[in-house]
């Protein structure tokens, strides 16, 4: 019931200004989106107790993956502490763009992409991790309807289509499923992993689900940035577009006049970095031991004021 | 069309068009496929168009958005605010008013229910919203019925205005909602009265209509004013029918509430569904839906027993302590339990010690399922999609091989099929059983090629014929134009994967919901046991079901199409069972006391008599089948269903707008054409007798 007290506290009350420190820039509470999953949740709580503590109001506002660009575009929605690019469609892109909304730097997560498969899969295919192992064990990997091809879940359709492009490319023995939505995927692979059925699915790290399920990655060959038009690079030397996945970015993004209306705000932001470390320790304490998501926030806070106090010095 | 000879040739002909268009294909594939130069570019012009509409007149949206924000903040500081065993005692007294005490027993679980399980604050969220949109929508609903009523031109304005607007998903028009108006709570009270006052405005139409000339004539005489009149004689008289209007804008509103969650801004009960399904979280998005589920039930039962008892309301000459019962119980128990909840904290928030969850013994019963019967499920899904989906989809030619069905289509067995066609429907033909060897050739051409491989331009011609035979000129057009802007478009393909998609659908929802509403038509228990069922499938948001159809049959179009039937059965049930039990009582008795069986009675009376209600509920079918398109392409497919999503994901108006416009064409099409359908077979039976 964690996610429940969230959202009983945020929806529409306004925190009080209970710190010492006087805020640089205005008074007004600073929205921050709250999104759909777990990791999300951890950032923008990170951020909203040090902005806290920094001496703004805040409010936690639900917001959807998609609508909220244009709720950061018209200042309805002012902070999103960690936007993915890799699963949003253009509108992010596009938004940025048009300098209606500004990503001020990386939040410092170390995001992974790619395919995955449950560890148990290992034992039906030895040459597993290696990416040779999408041929020698297409069938290992297939289901009726795609056999005798292998099974390959990929991003839903409104994500794009980089798995079916390098399925195609590198000529791999594997049929491409859009995967619909974040929430098919994951039923898909907790049923798989249930049976101990065979799965290989387009992915992404880090996510609350690598906590509950143990899972591996396919070495792909690695990104490069002109794989495109370089046939030397990726899976086989005579073509191209052959590669594996560039790292995704996660970035802190404001609306545009952030930094005017709350400047010590805006040096918070810049300065605030999340590891993947923390993330996922705190991640498991919400998911997996139910831990309310405030609780476990403020713990992490309390006992980090090292790592933080640059960052709030730096509001003043 | 078999009565006309010369229509068999025409179709005869046009099937052989159709044929050797395909085998022409393979060397002129424009004929087949058609070209992508070809397309018009009109997300374009219509993005274009939006941009500037967003530029110009954003700012009196964004105004009336801010006004609109007022009441909706407000209802919900108040419905937070109240101790929530005054909320139950408010529902369960209104229930009682309306109907007795069976119903108010049932708002008073539902209510506890939201309270025991702990979404009571999401729950009032959701209900703040409801409450806002409702009077809105029925005052809205009401203007334009009105001004429908009044003017024949209007309503033939606003007839096919209504008919685009409850066939567009809604998840289409999010985007440009939330461009004018911008993000917030707002856009989901747009979203949902959009959706909702179109009901109100057909009710109102048609109550205004069906008032008798005596009334209005005897209104005349006794001298009243054409305002007299209208509020006096014609809104009373109505007042049946307008109630109708009510309840079902209301259960439209409280339907969309999980659509608007989508945007955010609210916390309600919708966004923890959402939230539970993206974790695919089984047991606990059933729990959060069922809030919903519930929701609609009460608000349904207590606008349906209100609007029911209208007439007998004045009859009653009582006092007034007795008149005003219900308000006193009301009042009474709403102040005593305020007391009291400032004594007890737990009336006032329910401990979240005592809340009752069981959302992991759910998990791990559908989790002990799917390991019992993944092999059996597998056999099933694997029969199901080598050999009826794939075939339509994709045709026999690309089916066949020794993966699927354990051989190779060969060139002789090509010719034996062909062979085995002929000779069927020359059978039927000899037999005098014209149409149906029409249908045998058509269907046995259509599984050869797959749907989507068959000629646009066949397709087309054909469907505008069929039109004509089925509704005369205007129809033949209008599907002429319809189908026309598929193509200029460019989304026929994913038209037709929608199409087929949605034709099997149907096709099972059809026929197994008609034989279950056949059993519960004869047989009182499988009845009582399919309503609630049903009733929970109506209301249930849709995207909850489908967290339990992925994990069991997997990502994919067999897990979209089980959870379209999952939503498309259900009027096929209701309309089969409320048709044959409500036929003319002397008719049955005749056909008893002439010696017939039960079996007899069913399907040489009682069918053939209830064939308009049937053919209502197949239409209502097919309706339901599109509109479950886009939810079930949350579960991967690739018709129109994702367009929608990616219009959506880019930001980009036109993509969604023109797939959402697409599903309505082929929604309307099919009502058009079952309805024709319906009418010709309804002459032709009354022209027998």
């Known amino acids: 019931m964690k996610f429940k007290h969230l959202v009983l506290g945020l929806a529409v009350s306004t925190m009080a200004n209970s710190s010492v420190f006087a805020a640089n820039g205005s008074s007004d509470p600073i929205k921050i989106a709250i999104n759909e999953w777990t990791g999300q949740h951890i950032s923008a709580h990170i951020a909203g107790q040090l902005l806290q503590k920094a001496g703004f109001n805040i409010e936690y506002v639900t917001a959807g993956a998609v609508p909220q660009f244009a709720a950061i575009a018209q200042g309805n929605l002012h902070l999103q502490p960690e936007v993915w690019d890799n699963n949003v469609g253009d509108i992010y892109p596009k938004a940025v763009e048009s300098g209606e909304i500004v990503k001020v730097g990386e939040l410092g997560l170390q995001p992974k992409e790619g395919w995955m498969y449950p560890s148990y899969m290992k034992e039906k295919c030895p040459s597993l991790p290696d990416a040779s192992a999408l041929v020698e064990c297409a069938q290992v990997f297939a289901a009726p309807e795609t056999f005798p091809k292998g099974r390959l879940i990929t991003y839903p359709a409104d994500w794009g289509t980089r798995s079916k492009d390098l399925v195609e490319n590198a000529g791999l023995p594997l049929q491409p499923i859009a995967g619909g939505s974040e929430g098919a995927m994951i039923a898909e692979l907790k049923a798989a992993y249930a049976a101990k059925e065979p799965a290989l699915m387009m992915f992404w790290a880090p996510h609350w689900l690598h906590a509950e399920l143990d899972m591996d990655w396919i070495e792909l060959p690695a990104a490069h940035p002109n794989c495109d038009s370089e046939p030397e690079h990726g899976f086989d030397p005579g073509k191209t577009g052959d590669c594996g996945f560039p790292q995704a970015s996660i970035g802190k993004v404001v609306w545009k006049d952030f930094g005017s209306k709350w400047p010590g705000a805006l040096k918070l932001i810049e300065a605030m970095s999340i590891d993947n470390d923390t993330q996922n320790t705190l991640m498991l304490e919400v998911d997996n031991n139910k831990r309310d998501l405030d609780e476990v926030v403020t713990e992490w806070v309390n006992s980090n004021e090292s790592l933080w106090q640059p960052w709030v010095a730096a509001a003043q | ?689």
């Not at chain 2, 440009?176 to 959009?194: D, E, K, Q, Y």
């Not at chain 2, 979240?352 to 390991?371: K, T």
């Not at chain 2, 599907?479 to 034709?503: D, E, N, R």
């Open chain 2, 1 to 689: 069309m078999s009565s006309n000879p010369g229509k068999f040739w025409i179709w005869l002909i046009l099937i052989g068009l159709l044929l050797s268009t395909q085998f022409i294909g393979s060397y002129t594939p424009w004929l087949v496929n058609y070209p992508t130069e070809w397309v018009i570019p009109l997300t374009g012009i219509l993005n274009a168009m939006m941009n500037w509409l967003v530029e110009t007149t954003g700012w009196l949206f964004r105004g009336l958005s801010d006004i609109l924000a007022i009441p909706v903040s407000v209802v919900q500081q108040v419905l937070q605010w109240v101790p929530w065993p005054v909320i139950v005692v408010l529902g369960g007294v209104a229930s009682w008013a309306a109907s007795g005490w069976k119903l108010a027993l049932f708002s008073t679980l539902a209510l506890l229910y939201m309270v025991f399980v702990g979404y009571w604050p999401e729950s009032m969220n959701s209900l703040s919203l409801v409450l806002i949109s409702v009077p809105l929508a029925i005052v809205t609903g009401f203007g334009f019925g009105v001004w429908g009523f009044r003017s024949k031109r209007a309503e033939n304005i606003i007839m096919p205005a209504l008919d685009m607007l409850q066939t567009i998903p809604a998840f289409a028009y999010l985007l440009p909602i939330l461009l004018l108006f911008g993000f917030g709570p707002v856009v989901g009270l747009i979203a949902s009265l959009l959706f909702a006052f179109p009901p109100m405005v057909r009710n109102t139409i048609l109550g205004l209509k069906s008032v008798q000339a005596e009334i209005i004539e005897s209104g005349l005489m006794s001298g009243a004013t054409p305002r007299q009149l209208f509020w006096q004689v014609r809104i009373p008289t109505a007042a049946r029918q307008l109630l109708l209007g009510v309840n079902q804008t209301t259960m439209a509103a409280v339907s969309m509430v999980i659509i608007a969650s989508i945007i955010g801004g609210t916390a309600d009960i919708g966004w923890e569904v959402l939230s539970r399904i993206r974790k695919a979280q089984f047991g606990e998005s059933i729990l959060a839906g069922v809030v919903i589920a519930l929701l609609a039930m009460v608000i349904d039962r207590i606008t349906y027993g209100f609007a029911g008892q209208e007439s007998k309301e004045q009859s009653s000459e009582t006092g007034p302590l007795h008149r005003h019962r219900y308000l006193l119980i009301a009042i009474v128990s709403s102040v005593t339990l305020f007391i009291l909840s400032s004594f007890i904290p737990a009336l006032r928030e329910w401990p979240e010690a005592w809340v009752v969850y069981p959302a992991d013994g759910m998990n791990r019963w559908l989790e002990n399922f799917i390991l019992n019967w993944s092999e059996a499920i597998g056999t099933i899904k694997t029969i199901a999609f080598f050999y009826i989906m794939l075939p339509v989809k994709v045709g026999l030619v690309d089916t066949i091989s020794p993966y699927s069905w354990g051989f190779e289509f060969t060139p002789a067995l090509k010719l034996m099929y062909g062979l085995a066609v002929l000779v069927v429907a020359g059978l039927a033909w000899f037999r005098q059983r014209k149409s149906l060897s029409l249908v045998i050739l058509f269907f046995a051409i259509l599984f050869y090629f797959g749907l989507t491989k068959l000629s646009w331009l066949m397709l087309i011609t054909m469907a505008s014929y069929m039109a004509f035979q089925l509704g005369g000129r205007t129809l033949a057009i209008g599907t002429l134009l319809s189908l026309l802007f598929l193509l200029l478009t460019g989304i026929w393909p994913q038209a037709m994967l929608s199409v087929y998609l949605c034709g099997i659908a149907v096709v099972i929802s059809f026929l197994v919901g008609g034989f279950i509403g056949v059993l519960a038509s004869e047989i009182e228990a499988v009845s009582r046991i399919i309503r609630p069922i049903n009733d929970t499938l109506q209301t249930m948001p849709l995207f909850v079901i489908l967290i339990p159809f992925v994990m069991i049959f997997k990502i994919g179009e067999f897990s979209a199409l089980l959870a379209i039937v999952a939503y498309a059965i259900v009027p096929a049930i209701r309309y089969t069972e409320h048709g044959l039990r409500n036929l003319p009582a002397d008719v049955l008795e005749a056909s008893t006391s002439m010696g017939c069986t039960r079996w007899q009675l069913l399907t040489q009376v009682k069918l053939p008599l209830a064939l308009p209600i049937i053919m209502l509920g197949l239409n209502q079918t097919i309706m339901y089948a599109i509109a479950m398109l886009v939810i079930a392409a949350l579960v991967g497919t690739n018709g129109l269903g994702q367009q929608v999503y990616i219009g959506l994901g880019d930001g980009d108006f036109g993509i969604g707008i023109v797939a959402g416009i697409g599903m309505a064409i082929i929604a309307m099409v099919a009502d058009r054409f079952t309805q024709g359908w319906s009418a010709s077979r309804q002459k032709a039976f009354s022209g027998n007798d």
